[in-house]
């Protein structure tokens, strides 16, 4: 069975740096775009960016002076780092697998992060 | 920038009626990277169609897509109880670019 379980801090201060990891099982990292995508009401879907396999990185434009995806295969995990949030980074966060020519088959539950003092 | 559009908003329908929804983009994509998510409440999305109109595996026949260019379409033939969801077409080519969502709800 496959799982994606997104981990981390359901609250960061203002200024902080969001860390969250995902842990997959159940299916091999190889051949794969491991992903970051987050939704708020007001935004609704949003993608964050994407670690491939082989450790290629492409990141949504608006957030990648910011940002850091990393894998870390033999833990079969990878994580996200967004530093300097704002109250407009809160939102339900998702990891997931994004494999060509399929889309994104594979979601992790999503985490709720709130950004607060 | 790719922007993708979904109308309508919102579908009121009853169980056992069709639903066509609509996804435009504004600018010609490959269909080759069109993909269907149903998100019901509380949940991850779930991917419906990949291409455009592949069906991913387990999902039923009555989901089907359909189109090319700017104009794409997801079809349920039969609405079913738990088809009442949100709707979100996805371009996931060089950019990776989420439409607002369709809403089905219950009539």
């Known amino acids: 069975q496959v799982q994606l379980q997104e981990s981390g801090p359901g609250l960061v201060k203002p200024s902080d740096t969001l860390s969250l990891n995902c842990t997959v099982s159940?299916?091999?990292?190889?051949?794969?775009?491991w992903s970051w995508i987050r939704q708020t009401p007001g935004k609704g879907l949003e993608w964050i960016g994407y670690?491939?396999?082989?450790?290629?990185?492409d990141y949504n434009p608006s957030l990648k002076s910011r940002l850091t995806v990393s894998l870390d295969t033999s833990r079969t995990q990878f994580s996200l780092n967004l530093n300097s949030v704002t109250a407009a980074d809160a939102a339900i966060y998702y990891c997931?697998?994004?494999?060509?020519?399929?889309?994104?088959?594979?979601w992790g539950q999503g985490t709720l992060v709130t950004v607060s003092s | 920038e790719l922007v993708l559009t979904q109308s309508p908003g919102t579908l009121s329908l009853s169980p056992g009626e069709g639903a066509t929804l609509s996804c435009r983009a504004s600018q010609s994509v490959s269909s080759s990277y069109l993909g269907w998510y149903q998100q019901r409440p509380g949940q991850a999305p779930r991917l419906l169609i990949f291409?455009?109109?592949g069906r991913a595996t387990g999902i039923p026949d009555r989901f089907s897509g359909s189109g090319s260019g700017t104009d794409f379409t997801l079809t349920i033939s039969r609405l079913e109880p738990e088809d009442f969801a949100v709707y979100y077409c996805?371009?996931?080519?060089?950019?990776?670019?989420f439409g607002p969502g369709t809403r089905v709800d219950i009539k």
């Open positions: 997931a697998r994004l494999v060509y020519p399929y889309g994104i088959d594979f």
């Open positions: 291409g455009a109109s």
């Open positions: 670690i491939h396999s082989d450790g290629t990185t």
């Open positions: 996805q371009h996931y080519g060089s950019s990776f670019t």
């Open positions: 159940g299916i091999s990292m190889s051949h794969s775009f």
